[in-house]
């Protein structure tokens, strides 16, 4: 018989506050001393160089430089990946528990909020943006929670080079995005977007970040993309 994965103890460091403000300020892929990570968490210096202990000490972070100048980092991508996920997950199910309630804004750097890597497709703000072009152009349409592209828009992707008959399945879904509060595109083709973008040199991965760099040719060609004349 398998056993199921134990996440508790991971789960339970992530549960903490403190601790998981210090990761969350991480999320951008820089190197943080302890004393910045402390102010970030609003903690005293033995309380933070405390809770970094547990973090290392777990595979969550890990560390650069000698004793006196060390930084702390994110371990691996796979971390990030987790805290993402579980960001998106908490704004997403506060808003289906009380839609009505005011939500409070995730404080997270300008190149998050703009564009990342979101489990191997596009996120953040111009992926948000690309997916409402797409419903207002008839590329895709949405039906509660599922989204299909349509035949139109098979079209147009095709003139890009995106067969999605090709393409693995999923082939397209909402994915909630924690600093819109709206979906952009997950699935396959979403990931065949970011490939699209990646490989026509519109935008590029910032070394040991989920943040994307958006050139100026790719904010123009992708603002482009399902636009009006398209549809």
Same mark, same amino acid.
């Given at each position: 018989m398998e056993e199921a994965p134990c996440i508790s103890q991971i789960a339970s460091l992530l549960a903490e506050p403190k601790r998981a403000a210090m990761l969350w300020a991480l999320m951008d892929g820089s190197a943080k001393s302890s004393e910045e990570l402390a102010r970030f968490a609003g903690l005293t210096p033995a309380s933070a160089n405390a809770h #970094? %202990? +547990?973090? !290392? =000490? &777990?595979?969550? #972070? +890990? !560390?650069?430089?000698? +004793?006196?100048? +060390?930084?702390?980092r994110m371990a691996a991508p @796979?971390? &990030? %990946?987790?805290? @993402?996920?579980l960001a998106s997950t908490t704004v997403a199910s506060a808003i289906r528990s009380a839609p009505d309630a005011a939500q409070p804004v995730l404080a997270a750097p300008s190149s998050l909020r703009r564009a990342r890597l979101c /489990? =191997? /497709? #596009?996120?953040?703000?111009? %992926?948000?943006?690309?997916?409402?072009?797409?419903l207002a152009a008839g590329w895709i349409e949405r039906y509660d929670q599922r989204v299909e592209v349509t035949v139109k828009g098979a079209q147009h #992707? %095709?003139?890009?080079?995106i067969f999605i008959q090709a393409l693995a399945r999923p082939l397209v879904c909402n994915c909630f995005d924690w600093s819109q509060r709206h979906p952009h595109l997950g699935g396959a083709l979403g990931a065949g977007l970011l490939q699209l973008f990646l490989q026509s040199n519109w935008i590029s991965v910032i070394h040991g970040s989920r943040a994307l760099e958006i050139n100026d040719v790719g904010e123009l060609e992708i603002a482009r993309l399902a636009t009006p004349e398209q549809a």
């Amino acid at each position: 018989m398998e056993e199921a994965p134990c996440i508790s103890q991971i789960a339970s460091l992530l549960a903490e506050p403190k601790r998981a403000a210090m990761l969350w300020a991480l999320m951008d892929g820089s190197a943080k001393s302890s004393e910045e990570l402390a102010r970030f968490a609003g903690l005293t210096p033995a309380s933070a160089n405390a809770h #970094l %202990a +547990r973090l !290392t =000490g &777990s595979g969550l #972070l +890990r !560390t650069e430089g000698q +004793r006196s100048e +060390r930084l702390f980092r994110m371990a691996a991508p @796979d971390v &990030s %990946a987790a805290i @993402d996920a579980l960001a998106s997950t908490t704004v997403a199910s506060a808003i289906r528990s009380a839609p009505d309630a005011a939500q409070p804004v995730l404080a997270a750097p300008s190149s998050l909020r703009r564009a990342r890597l979101c /489990h =191997g /497709h #596009l996120g953040g703000e111009l %992926a948000a943006g690309l997916y409402q072009q797409m419903l207002a152009a008839g590329w895709i349409e949405r039906y509660d929670q599922r989204v299909e592209v349509t035949v139109k828009g098979a079209q147009h #992707l %095709a003139g890009l080079g995106i067969f999605i008959q090709a393409l693995a399945r999923p082939l397209v879904c909402n994915c909630f995005d924690w600093s819109q509060r709206h979906p952009h595109l997950g699935g396959a083709l979403g990931a065949g977007l970011l490939q699209l973008f990646l490989q026509s040199n519109w935008i590029s991965v910032i070394h040991g970040s989920r943040a994307l760099e958006i050139n100026d040719v790719g904010e123009l060609e992708i603002a482009r993309l399902a636009t009006p004349e398209q549809a």
